[in-house]
């Protein structure tokens, strides 16, 4: 039996663009003589579909894609992907679902049992569980058909979920398993994904079929990295990351075992690839070309344009240099080189007329009240409303330069430095913005030197450094790392060895700044936690703050 | 016996507040000898806690807090809300609980089975189902506890459980039912709300003490309207809205029936209310005083002005007029004259010299492309950046204007009119504002009648009307209701009579301006679907797009 693994890019909402790249695969895998082709999870409308999944008509043209689908299914079974209606009135209206479709029909449906909602997945929202759970029989064998989550709650030792799917079929003795997936990329989750498959394997004594999405859906990334496991747990193949392709396995070869095929995971050059794709899918996927950026010769801004060239292209991408009479003469030169290094168009519009008009038109207002954050924040906006005029007049995506430390602690100036439509580096912490910098230098300097060596500054007053008000960024990055990916409390965090007023301080402004991130641009996910919908404060609370 | 409902306003993460607030209440409920007092839904914590409730030190703060209420319990029982640590492995970590508190210890306690995960709901996110169900045995009378949701699926043709709580507590017999609930307020949700009790004690037989919040935590606002319902279906009780109260009830009368008391409920009214709540509990629980918005003489920003002034004191609403070239010799003058009318500090800041600081900084890049919406931003942002500066020096709120209609479309600038901390009318439709309006001046003319009668325009080009680039705002909110409230597709929303062109435009704005409104402030939630945490959309999707 020769089973195709079709990892695709997909687009929500987008039912004749994937329809159109199912239907593609579907021709490959027949040419190679494949019996079934696998799709993700949720493949007709992509995923995740999100409060879309309350409108009837989007459930009537994820029904429609699945028949279409179903009319090519003559010579091949194809498993794909889709919101299924509930039909019982008790419960969630829809379900989420693998199709089998073989012969022009739905053979059989397997809804998933395990709904994450945890994150940025909200499952249990939209969907029922499974409660009934019949192994497919096809050819000859039986497939133990699964969603994504149903896999995850195995080999842990504080399981999410009271049932496991598989445990529920094990009774009807399953072939293989396919699982259908869409599970989104963090910087360590190709390892989790492995253990958690190899965990599968181990208890089941069954190969196993894992299809991945690659593709970026607004902040979501999805990095593919589809896997066939052999009962011998070794990793038969693992599909290249963020990348489409079809790819057919004989069955017999997989139950064999003994090859191990894997992808090459080391931290920044993944972050690197799953950020280049979310810049590339954000702009496709809603039909833009073009980006504008504030490039300020710093490294935050530098990283961002770098990634930004890769995806887009550096002709693409228009650089603006803004400076100030606070700013540095290195400034515009290192930004002016950065720009010449990539071949960037670059235009310097500096901020002094438009940033005295401000102080002139307020001047009244503030009489007798010192310069303070005010001043400070009036530079980032006018730069702001410059670089907003200019993706207006030019139809350019302003991409968001802030990175995750000082997005954590709000160090920086809503609708100033905070704009943009994307925040290419908000999940990335400082010191990994410094790796990705020497990163994207690996092979020559792109990035001058002399950005990522100089001390950090905002250049919103006069010598301002940031380790004026904030922590060194070796320790803020470690504290915020301990608060945010690993929901590590004050009590816990102290133990660790930090000192106390430190934590207190950080955690408080973490706290007291979720006004801001309430409206900071969506960001793209590299870690197990990021800003944004995987992450929901109040805003008004009174918890360490 | 004696009970005693506390409809109280809580604070999330506010562990000292809650907690003598509920203390307070206790002594209350003791000197009017009651045996029992209930307490709302998670009232340790606040709600709702959202993601707080993933720190292992937010949870012992809620223990520790029912540990201190069960201290006092000596000659009364004590019925709070709380998370509660699941102590099996299998499933979520915590239960969202009612504990029955009496003689100093935790007597017992039942979780919540029925957990809301849909519009602003994330309860699954957190918590385990309850899958045990047991009668309280108080003083010779058995008391089914309930928590919000729990009785929420009775009476529904289309339940979104598989079962019932007090279905399954029915064979224990109990005498009477308390509810715990955290029911945000909407428009319409009184009533829902006593059509469901009714179901509930008509189905059972059973008096019913329902016990709700009141208060605002940033966008949801709880309106308290806590009710006591007698086995004859009549409201025994129904609290006021939007106060904090501790009221006793002797059962023998509740069950005896025959007396019915409650609120008016009059839509426009209850909106007023509740959004003058909404602007009070953001700044006080925030610990901020003062106010500021920009003051147009149109009808949304004279609104919020006057709903601001309500809630905060007019002396502690500061309006900003900026006019432009553009605005009409009405607009100062009827703005100036609702600042008069209310007594509220106002300044006239022009602005034609930062306009024109920007046009002359971008002249030169702007060469030969014509006046666009770029123009029109530009002088939207300018006032943003105005109101910003203001609101930095002074440290006021920026109130942001924006209706839900435009907000629907995307008619308004990011970073410029969409500025603000809190959207004070952005789930009230243009032609409610209107109402509002009226609703304000019903006993003297506070807000000009010029302001209410003149076409809406947002004067940011000669001679512009809101009517040049919009539907008449009767149809178009509507079709945006039908969409967005009642989650109609373009099919249905064209078989009630739209034209299916009109439609199809609509129903595109509102979906390619998910990336605005990704970056829009908390909305003051006061229909059944606001924008915000509880209407989660894809931005880079392609549907109706």
Known sequence: MKIAVAQLNYHIGNFEGNLQKMLDAVTQAKEQKADIVIFGELSTCGYPPRDFLEFDDFILKCEDCVNRLAKESNNIAIVVGSPVKNPVPEGKDLYNSALFLYEGEIKQMQHKALLPTYDIFDEYRYFEPASEFKVVEFKGKKIALTVCEDIWDVGNE?????????????????????????????????????????ANVDRYGLPMFY??????????????????????????DELPYFEELVRCYELEEVEKGGIERTQTKEKIALIHDAIVTGIKDYFGKLGFKKAILGLSGGIDSAVTAALAAEALGAENVLAVLMPSKFSSDHSVGDAEQLAKN?????????????????????????????????????????RGVILMALSNKYGNILLNTSNKSEMAVGYGTLYGDMCGGLSVIGDVYKTDVFALAEYVNRDKELIPVNTITKPPSAELRPNQKDSDSLPDYDILDEVLFQYIEKTQGPKEIIEQGFDEKLVARILRLVNINEFKRYQTAPVLRVSSKAFGMGRRMPIVGKYLS
């Open 158 to 198: 504080n399981p999410l979920y009271v049932i496991s799917p598989l445990d529920e079929m094990k009774d009807q003795h399953p072939d293989f398993i396919i699982n259908l997936s869409a599970s989104p990329f963090s910087y360590n989750h190709a390892n989790n994904r492995i253990d958690i498959l190899k």
């Open 211 to 236: 299809v991945n999405h690659s593709g970026a859906q607004t902040e979501v990334i999805f990095d593919g990295g589809s896997l066939v496991i052999s009962p011998d747990g070794k990793i038969h």
């Open 342 to 382: 990539y071949g960037m168009p670059y235009k310097i519009i500096p901020i002094k007329e438009t940033y005295d008009a401000f102080i002139n038109t307020l001047s009244s207002h503030f009489e007798g009240m010192p310069f303070n954050v005010t001043e400070e924040n009036l530079q980032a906006r006018s």
